[in-house]
């Protein structure tokens, strides 16, 4: 294989090995896109020069067709702008008749051949259809306008006839004295020159599928030299030998050639998927960079209107509580909704579902077996006290001697004593009556005589937990009261959810 080939063999593989190791990186927007992808050119190409002819890009006496093909490296940076690294190599040719040596005032007829050029540059691309026209409209186009700037190495065989004198004769630039043109490149024992190249163009892309995209590009390649062709205006004499060798600056411009080309590309990436219509689903796949705005993949933010907002709150609304969990009608401690007797006698003592019992009863019959029970009765009552007062009455102290009585039998049993007062004062205050009837409650069964005063437990909460209305006599009355509830030891707490506990 020529050395030539195999640099660029070693260009293109270097292109590659970079770009799969970070095809897998995606654009970090508010969904993952794709951004890398991969375009193959081939096409023609025309020089543009001393020999060449201008009039309608027509091909000189001695000038064949040419061609060459390339491949780049894209990264989209955003929807509108990338870059890329493209390489190529190709062939230039190029002649005129009667060119004319200011030197020697000869006439020639000379064609000049680049039988195989390498260029490498960093182009810069921006989307114009992106840029004039916006997302909405062409949406499978894309224009691209690309700048960049690179590196040729080529060298030139040049034919010429002397039209004055007849002589016919070549010469090649693939000699040491190349160098003193722009430099050297060694390969395959020939000699190239180097120079700087500056690639101008144009592309449009039509975007087939997911995964394939297929353009035209023209790119204009201004290089950085005169002696593309070996000729430097008038001063080059192909006979003398003159003018080609030096840096003498011609009256022409810097030589240039230009490159059209069918492009195919590929975008790599996971998942790839394409719009439908402008319509975008980001959980269907990653859409490419080079097409998709990602704006696009934003979901529109839901604005809820007020009957959207009424129905909503609606439907999440929890079901009302049953207010029976909240009444005691009977005043006996137990809550409507498991009150078994709703309408017990005011000062009843009831079981824990609110039936009436006769404590005096329950008391014989543990007397009569002279044992307690092994499970202790749930019981409630209450016991009323006078307005701002935690003075226990006289019915009610011998309610609480019995259930000393009682409680002194089983031991498996507590009592709980809940204070609660009228709404007749402020918050504070009534809190503070609450406990002061509590305290008192306890006093009392302590010096009943209760074996173990660690059995006693005291919540208050003031007004806050009313049996009945604080608009009447008999309801100010009934909210006036301490509750008693004996309770078996395994139940830890009351039923109350919350409150104000020594």
């Not at 063999?9 to 095809?23: D, G, H």
């Not at 449009?204 to 593309?228: A, C, I, Q, S």
């Not at 490159?259 to 990436?269: C, N």
Request: charged fraction near 25%.
């Amino acid at each position: 294989m020529k050395r030539k080939n195999l640099y660029v063999a070693l260009i293109c593989l270097s292109l590659l090995s970079l770009n799969t190791s970070a095809q897998n990186r995606t654009y970090e927007g508010p969904n993952k896109m794709n951004t890398w992808s991969i375009t193959g050119y081939g096409g023609i190409t025309k020089f543009f020069g001393d020999l060449t002819e201008y009039n309608g890009f027509k091909r000189g006496d001695n000038e064949k067709l040419t061609g060459g093909w390339g491949l780049s490296i894209n990264k989209q940076l955003s929807p509108i702008f990338g870059v890329q690294i493209v390489g190529f190599n190709g062939r230039l040719q190029g002649s005129k008749a009667g060119h004319i040596s200011s030197i020697t005032n000869h006439e020639y007829n000379a064609t000049f051949n680049s039988p195989s050029f390498v260029q490498v540059s960093l182009d810069g691309t921006a989307n114009l259809n992106r840029l004039l026209f916006g997302y909405k409209k062409l949406r499978r186009w894309k224009v691209d306008a690309h700048l960049g700037w690179g590196i040729i190495y080529y060298h030139t065989d040049v034919d010429y006839i002397n039209v004055t004198t007849g002589q016919e004769s070549s010469f090649s630039t693939n000699t040491d004295a190349s160098s003193k043109t722009a430099g050297k490149w060694e390969r395959n024992g020939s000699t190239y020159t180097r120079e700087w190249v500056m690639p101008v163009g144009l592309s449009v892309h039509y975007e087939l599928t997911p995964r394939f995209d297929l353009g035209l590009d023209y790119t204009h390649n201004f290089v950085n030299t005169e002696k593309l062709d070996a000729t430097v205006g008038g001063l080059s004499d192909y006979s003398k030998q003159a003018g080609i060798w030096t840096f003498a600056k011609g009256e022409s411009n810097n030589d240039a050639y230009g490159i059209a080309t069918i492009a195919l590309t590929y975008k790599l990436g996971k998942n790839a998927v394409m719009a439908k219509k402008g319509k975008y689903d980001a959980g269907s796949g990653r859409y490419h960079l080079r097409w998709a705005n990602p704006q696009s993949l934003i979901p529109i933010p839901y604005n809820p209107t007020m009957e959207d907002a009424d129905s909503i709150a609606k439907a999440n609304m929890p079901k009302p509580v049953d207010p029976r969990l909240y009444t005691d009608s009977d005043g006996d401690g137990v809550a409507d909704l498991f009150d078994k007797e709703p309408n017990t006698p005011i000062g009843s003592i009831v079981s824990g579902g609110g039936v009436a019992m006769d404590l005096d009863k329950i008391i014989r019959d543990a007397i009569k077996n002279n044992l307690p029970k092994d499970e202790c009765e749930a019981l409630f009552s209450n016991i009323e006290f006078d307005t701002d007062k935690a003075i226990i009455r006289n019915p009610s102290k011998e309610t609480l001697s019995k259930v000393v009585e009682l409680l002194n039998m089983r031991t498996n049993c507590r009592i709980v004593l809940v204070g609660h007062t009228d709404a007749r004062a402020s918050d504070a205050y009534n809190v503070s009556l609450s406990r002061r009837r509590v305290d008192a409650a306890k006093r009392f069964l302590i010096r009943a005589g209760i074996t173990d005063p660690s059995r006693i437990i005291i919540e208050h909460y003031g007004e806050y937990r009313p049996i009945a209305e604080n608009t009447t006599v008999e309801g100010l009355q009934s909210n006036r009261r301490v509750e008693i509830k004996i309770l078996p030891n395994n139940t830890i707490r009351s039923t109350y959810p919350a409150g104000f506990r020594p």
